[in-house]
């Protein structure tokens, strides 16, 4: 990064974990707030009735925000189940491809549904990791044996060969979904150690610290990534965000999901979720700043998505140079510049 005078030039950031193929869908709608399980729903009425061009067309308006905010990668879930089938993936592939001087973008083909609710979605995620370098996602709370569904998505990575395996891990925060310790025993006797990401992980602030102790020690072991998403606040309590950093665990900052129905609003400015973060679990101090920072300015672990972006070489401008203000207002970039040739 370099500084000079008031001017702050510093990579782009990341925002490594967004739903661009459900973004911006409350634009079409009105919101009305309800549980999680009505919104998923009234979700699953939309995607029904989702096409190609309706996908893109959303998806981009998404990722033009994200762009404008000075983020240069993203690594975006996209839903396969009977209901959408692989429109989704067809459409973000196709985004990726006109947007590929700008940001990149990694997809996890993601079981949103469940294997219960729709057995089809299976097949369906076999072909998508076909479609290109595609990654898988599973939720644990989606079917009733959440340890059944992990097995699942992993038996389907390993069959594939897939660059990387994420999961939605105990997003409710509720004790009895607790199932990041079998993601990390799954990871570790698998032999999958740094391929794996697990996102939310809430349940881990509501267990006894000495279960949190033992689960944080899990998740070094296996190589875990964690991911987490502020806006989760809404419902339930942030995972032990301090804890996972001192214990060394890579902890990285994602949107979620961006003017959808779980989430209304959604700038998909990084700086708006460090801030969030920066407030949520006082990270005042200044080397505490410093760690917000580098949570969003961390470059992929995937070797291919890395290099793609160091060839993009895309740096951004701010009219401060201290890590405080930007946390402080979440200013848009002065400027995107490009240091290729």
Wanted: glycine fraction near 8%.
């Amino acid at each position: 990064m370099k500084a000079s005078d008031n001017t702050w030039t510093i990579p782009g950031f990341s925002n490594e974990h967004a739903h661009l193929d459900k973004g911006m869908l409350v634009l079409g709608t009105r919101y009305e707030d309800a549980p999680p399980a009505v919104r998923g729903e009234w979700t699953r009425g939309f995607k029904a009735d989702f096409t190609k061009t309706d996908i893109y067309t959303r998806a981009e308006q998404a990722l033009l925000n994200m762009i404008s905010y000075g983020t240069t990668y993203v690594r975006t879930h996209v839903d396969v189940d009977p209901l959408v089938g692989l429109k989704g993936i067809e459409a973000i592939l196709e985004l990726k491809e006109n947007y590929a001087k700008d940001i990149v973008i990694d997809i996890t083909a993601f079981n949103q549904e469940g294997f219960e609710r729709y057995s089809e979605t299976e097949q369906l995620l076999a072909e998508a990791l076909k479609m290109g370098r595609i990654g898988i996602g599973g939720h644990t709370l989606t079917d009733s044996d959440g340890e059944k569904h992990i097995q699942r998505i992993f038996n389907l990575a390993e069959q594939y060969d897939v660059p990387w395996i994420e999961f939605h891990t105990d997003e409710s925060g509720k004790p009895e979904h607790f199932l990041l310790p079998n993601i990390a025993e799954e990871t570790k006797q698998r032999g999958l150690n740094g391929k794996v990401y697990a996102i939310h992980c809430n349940t881990l602030a509501n267990v006894s610290d000495d279960q949190a102790k033992a689960t944080i020690e899990q998740v070094v072991e296996a190589g875990l990534h964690v991911v987490v998403c502020p806006t989760a606040i809404a419902t339930r309590a942030i995972t032990r965000t301090k804890e996972l950093l001192k214990s060394g665990v890579r902890l990285t900052l994602g949107s979620d999901n961006i003017g959808d129905l779980f989430n209304p609003l959604g700038s998909g400015n990084m700086l708006n979720y460090a801030q969030m973060l920066t407030y949520i679990h006082r990270f005042y101090e200044p080397d505490e700043m410093q760690s917000i920072h580098d949570m969003i300015t961390q470059k992929p672990l995937d070797a291919q998505s890395r290099e793609t972006l160091e060839q993009l070489s895309i740096q951004v401008v701010y009219g401060t140079n201290r890590i405080h203000e930007l946390l402080a207002h979440a200013p848009k970039p002065l400027a995107l510049i490009s240091n290729k040739g």
